[in-house]
Nanobody, 115 residues
Framework: QVQLVESGGGLVQAGGSLRLSCAAS????????MSWYRQAPGKQRELVAT???????NYADSVKGRFTISRDNAKKTVYLQMNSLKPEDTAVYYC?????????WGQGTQVTVSS
């Protein structure tokens, strides 16, 4: 059974930082791309950042220069370092991973940025 377990969300003031983590329990399978998505109230889920198994990254324009995605392949973990947070970053953040060519999702972690 493959699971993605997220941690690191919380409440922070504007301008602050948070680091999200997502660990995959997938010891028997290869993990390809890993991503972070977010969904704000009343809005569609959107892609925030992606990192390939080789370490190539892509970011949504709204977070470029503020967020950094990284991964530790040995730990099967993906991270999202979020700096200079803004109130509009408030959302539930979801981890996504392509494991053995199937998509899996984490349960979501709430990030709230107060002004």
């Amino acid at each position: 059974q493959v699971q993605l377990v997220e941690s690191g969300g919380g409440l922070v003031q504007a301008g602050g930082s948070l680091r999200l983590s997502c660990a995959a329990s997938a010891s028997r399978f290869s993990i390809n791309g890993m991503s972070w998505y977010r969904q704000a109230p009343g809005k569609q889920r959107e892609l925030v950042a992606t990192v390939t198994s080789g370490g190539n990254t892509n970011y949504a324009d709204s977070v470029k220069g503020r967020f950094t995605i990284s991964r530790d392949n040995a730990k099967k973990t993906v991270y999202l370092q979020m700096n200079s947070l803004k109130p509009e970053d408030t959302a539930v953040y979801y981890c996504n991973a392509d494991i053995n060519f199937r998509p899996y999702w984490g349960q979501g972690t709430q990030v709230t940025v107060s002004s």
